[in-house]
């Protein structure tokens, strides 16, 4: 007995089987019941959608002899008939193989006869967009005035492709991607059906790898089945035979990205190449990681809007710190370009790579993305206190010399910093939030964050520190106190630091390079009783 694919296996039969189309499925049941049938329905939307399946269905419920609740019986010699493909009343047309003037044609001749069982003549015409402009036109005459028991239901996945004189003669029904939650509780029944065991979490893979479609998400379920017969489907089994990659890749990559490690991206890429990782899947799905990424960073309630895991949430709002939004659309815009580029390519590794190199050196590219996102760098390099110059200590050594011949004044060296003693909780506390500076300040914001450049934090007692400014318009900003409230509020909620913070103007010609050291640092260098006073005394 040969095998049935589980797409037409599982075709639904009764309107009350249709999942995802609800709105549309209620209209027609409705039209039913009173009786109130059209003429003419368009039914447009993506692939697998339920367009020739509703279509199939409403043909039987119009023809059915004993209707139940609108839908058909399937029981009746009419349902039984049209199931078995063998009734005059339903043609199926497929517009893309007889899309000409003398196929509409012969429909026009055999409208004029009236169904010799049933109640209507039924015509479904499939990919109708695919109907060349004559065939339209012969269409037009029948479609605006058929007799009273033709009814005609055209499908197409491209509705900008019909004739507006077509679309204004029809009832439009507009067919929804199905939502993963559903595509999911469909295939959760299928699969207890088919005694098929699978992990819950490659279940919703493949309904996610679907994007939308029931019948890909059969096929998909049944390729993997297929592969694996006999085993349990693991989240690893769907992954191997769809060529997938784990979400956990994308996390390492993207991180590896915005730190800018090009060699781990490439050993990333390579590993997934060894594997048999589809690289087009590949593109496709870091896509909408970052899109996921973009959301999480810009939406105010983004759980909402990402389907997925608590775990894979958090590891994703984790993500969101590493990089704003302007070089997240950056990221996206390359991917996007590599997405078009690499369906015709012969070397989409190369491609691939080629791709992570400009996202991890910007400093390659000259459009203005790259240009911002380097900005953004360097601002955090001065925030973080890290300063970039070009004269190397061997240009130091090559220039000495020189200046020394020409009579040039020399530099007296900088006067050597100056060592303070702090308790050992005060020297935790700056140790913490100096090497955070520069994240806590990119966190609190574009608006906040140009007042706090060349600024550095200094130990002002127990659980208080001191901004310390050199530059007054800055500190006139930085010092407010509603401003060192939102910073004191997101040390605590980051950290878990209840930390007291204020400000002060640097003086003039004040150095600001002193050291801190704690007292036990203080006491395993020097073997010796020591008494520190109290600077309040």
Not at 70 to 81: A, F, L, T, V
Not at 268 to 294: A, H, P, S
Not at 484 to 507: M, N, P, V
Request: proline share 4%.
């Amino acid at each position: 007995m040969s095998y049935t694919a589980l797409y037409r296996k599982w075709r639904p039969a009764v309107f009350d089987e249709v999942k995802g189309q609800e709105h549309i499925v209620t209209t027609l049941r409705n039209q039913m019941i009173s009786g109130r049938i059209g003429h003419a329905y368009l039914f447009c939307g993506t692939r697998g959608t339920g367009k020739t399946s509703i279509a199939k269905i409403f043909a039987r419920a119009v023809n059915c002899e004993h209707p139940v609740n609108g839908s058909p019986c399937n029981e009746c010699p009419s349902c039984k008939s049209i199931l078995a493909g063998s009734s005059m009343n339903v043609v199926e047309i497929d517009a893309a193989s007889n899309n000409g003037v003398e196929n509409i044609r012969e429909i026009r001749e055999q409208v004029q006869y009236p169904p010799t069982e049933g109640n209507y003549r039924v015509y479904i015409i499939d990919e109708v967009h695919m109907l060349s402009i004559g065939a339209f036109n012969a269409l037009l005459k029948t479609l605006e005035e058929p007799p009273s028991y033709v009814i005609f239901i055209l499908a197409t996945t491209e509705v900008h492709k019909i004739p507006i004189t077509i679309l204004s003669r029809c009832q439009r029904y507009d067919f929804k991607r199905i939502s993963l939650d559903t595509i999911a509780g469909r295939l959760g029944e299928l699969t207890r059906a088919e005694g098929i065991e699978i992990e819950e979490r490659a279940l919703r893979y493949v309904a996610k790898a679907a994007d939308g479609s029931m019948r890909d998400a059969l096929s998909l379920l049944d390729q993997c089945a297929a592969f694996h017969f006999g085993e349990a489907l693991t989240y690893d089994n769907v992954l191997d035979v769809l060529g997938a990659v784990d979400t956990s890749v994308f996390s390492r990559l993207f991180r590896a990205v915005c730190q800018g490690r090009t060699k781990d991206c490439i050993c990333e890429l390579e590993e997934m190449v060894i594997q048999g990782r589809e690289l087009g899947q590949f593109v496709t799905d870091f896509i909408w990681y970052m899109r996921n990424l973009l959301l999480a960073q810009s939406a105010d309630d983004a759980e909402g809007l990402l389907d997925m895991s608590e775990e894979n949430l958090r590891q994703l709002k984790e993500d969101t710190k590493l990089a704003d939004g302007a070089t997240l659309m950056r990221f996206i815009r390359i991917f996007s370009d590599l997405s078009n580029q690499i369906r015709f390519a012969s070397q989409k590794r190369v491609l691939v790579e080629v791709a992570f190199i400009k996202l991890t050196r910007p400093d390659m590219e000259t459009d203005l993305d790259s240009i911002l996102q380097r900005l953004s760098q360097l601002e955090d390099q001065v925030a973080s206190g890290v300063f970039v110059t070009t004269e190397t200590p061997a240009l130091r050594q090559t220039l000495a010399p020189a200046a020394a011949a020409e009579g040039a004044t020399a530099v007296p060296p900088a006067p050597a910093p100056e060592k303070v003693v702090i308790s050992e909780a005060q020297m935790e506390d700056l140790n913490l939030i100096r090497n955070e500076w520069g994240k806590i300040v990119r966190e609190m914001g574009m608006a906040i964050r140009p007042s706090f450049r060349d600024t550095i934090v200094e130990p002002s007692g127990n659980s208080c520190l001191c901004i310390v400014f050199t530059n007054a318009s800055n500190y006139a900003i930085g010092s407010r106190p509603s401003v060192l409230g939102d910073l004191e509020r997101h040390i605590e909620a980051a950290y878990g630091k209840k930390l007291y913070l204020k400000a002060r103007l640097s003086g003039e010609g004040e150095r600001l390079n002193t050291i801190y050291v704690s007292e036990d640092e203080l006491k395993s260098k020097i073997h010796m009783d020591i008494t520190i006073e109290d600077e309040t005394d």
